[in-house]
């Protein structure tokens, strides 16, 4: 691809999650990912904080978030701790 061309989309969003799935800081599979303009929107849920953190860090460097030229990473990905020991629920 040239560099004056923008990347399609669908393959950004494809190159992202293969990332999200192979980088060590991430390993994570459920993240969705939309790209809209110069924005990418990461939405689902995650066990931890730390994680939440760290699928950012690894998308903002694949889109070099931090060039003018970059992409703006919206991260709003949901922590959803599990806890154990927590009440049990009875289904009638």
């Known amino acids: 691809m040239s560099p004056d061309r923008p990347i399609p989309p ?3 969003i494809t190159h992202i999650q293969q ?3 192979q980088d060590p800081r991430a390993r994570e599979l459920g993240v969705d990912v939309a790209v809209a303009g ?3 929107v990461l939405t689902g849920t995650v066990a931890t904080s ?6 950012g860090e690894v ?3 694949l889109v070099d978030c931090e060039a003018p030229e970059g992409h703006e990473v919206v991260n709003e990905l949901a922590v959803v ?3 154990e020991g927590g009440p049990v629920e009875e289904l009638a």
């Open 50 to 55: 730390a994680q939440r953190l760290a699928i």
């Open 81 to 83: 701790e599990a806890r």
């Open 19 to 21: 990332a999200l799935g």
């Open 10 to 12: 669908e393959y950004l």
């Open 38 to 40: 110069g924005r990418v």
């Open 59 to 61: 998308v903002c460097e």
